[in-house]
């Protein structure tokens, strides 16, 4: 497959998902984001690329055309903010970022790429919308109403070069059926991306009244048979999973020297856990950053998804011009 096939990203948000397809031969023609710090931050790693400030509920068909300038878009990615599906969170069937995904799939109706791409967490396929529906079979219903074939995959992040135990899903959609081949990859060591101890300043380090506060509450909520803590991290193991809320103490991935010496990572591990490139720039406060890199996806389980469709996409062409029988 010759030609470079176009591609616009919905919640790019900081570029993670679309710096994955970058390297794997794609070209990113738009961003779409309606967070201004996030876009600066892609802007600076994606100058060649157009974007778009806008909340992706009220984008519009013309809105995305008037940008790409009669490019033919093939492929929409995004990942739509995935609170509402969490496990981790309240799951709330009425969370109205739950209804993102159905606005995501109107601009494919409205643009017909090719392929889509939705990443998310797996929690989606459990969902239940307020009627007692499942979320995914409406995913399903109207994905099939517009003409496209799925694939569903849920990836672990340490099986694919990634330091980290974050599982996503990819639910990937296809005019034509396709078979994605993703290949794995051993993770990297933690104690290969994490700093040396004298490297990290001390304004990352716990406080000796925050770490006795963490242990009071540790022994009460032991009593009490709740779930509460702090993790530390096993820097022979892949991280916990990096969210968008780690700026707040960092409890749930913190290295651990000693009793008395405890700190949360730093913005740069966080980024290289999540597998973003060193070069990579990020733009806004420490918060703003820490925010950025936890919602994003990483950009190596990107480049595995990207690279399992392009290589699809070359074999159907392959036998198409073979005259040999497609899926």
């Not at 876009?39 to 509920?57: A, C, G, V, W, Y």
Request: some cysteine; overall charge positive; proline content about 4%.
């Amino acid at each position: 497959m010759k030609e470079s096939l176009n591609v616009i990203d919905l919640f790019c948000g900081a570029g993670g998902l679309s710096y994955g397809f970058k390297k794997a031969g794609f070209n990113i023609i738009l961003g779409v984001d309606n967070n201004e710090i996030a876009l600066k931050t892609f802007r600076m790693n994606h100058p060649e690329t157009e974007i778009l400030i806008k909340d992706i509920s009220k984008v519009k068909r013309k809105d995305i055309l008037d940008r790409i300038t009669g490019k033919k878009v093939d492929v929409i990615i995004g990942g739509p903010p995935c609170q509402g599906f969490s496990l981790a969170g309240k799951r709330n069937p009425r969370d109205p970022r739950n209804f993102l995904i159905k606005k995501f799939l109107n601009v494919v109706s409205e643009i017909q790429p090719e392929i889509f791409v939705i990443e998310n967490v797996p929690g989606l396929l459990s969902m239940k919308n307020s009627h007692g529906k499942n979320f995914i079979d409406k995913i399903l219903k109207k994905s099939k109403k517009m003409g496209y074939f799925l694939n569903i995959k849920i990836l672990r992040a340490d099986e694919y070069g990634i330091p980290q135990k974050r599982r996503r899903i990819f639910i990937v959609g296809s005019k034509k059926k396709m078979i994605l081949d993703i290949e794995k990859e051993q993770a990297i060591s933690l104690k290969e991306v994490l700093l040396k101890r004298k490297e990290v300043s001390p304004e990352y380090f716990y406080s000796e009244k925050m770490i006795a506060g963490f242990k009071r509450r540790e022994k009460i909520n032991k009593e009490l048979k709740r779930g509460f803590g702090w993790q530390f991290l096993d820097l022979k193991k892949p991280s916990y999973t990096i969210s968008a809320r780690y700026y707040k103490d960092g409890a749930e991935a913190l290295v651990k020297y000693s009793e008395k010496e405890i700190r949360k990572l730093t913005t740069e591990e966080c980024a290289r856990i999540q597998s973003f490139p060193r070069e990579y720039k990020f733009d806004g406060s420490k918060k703003e950053v820490y925010r950025q890199i936890g919602n994003a996806v990483p950009p190596q389980l990107s480049l595995k998804v990207a690279k399992a469709i392009f290589k699809s996409l070359e074999n159907g062409r392959r036998m198409e011009k073979n005259g040999e029988p497609l899926l």
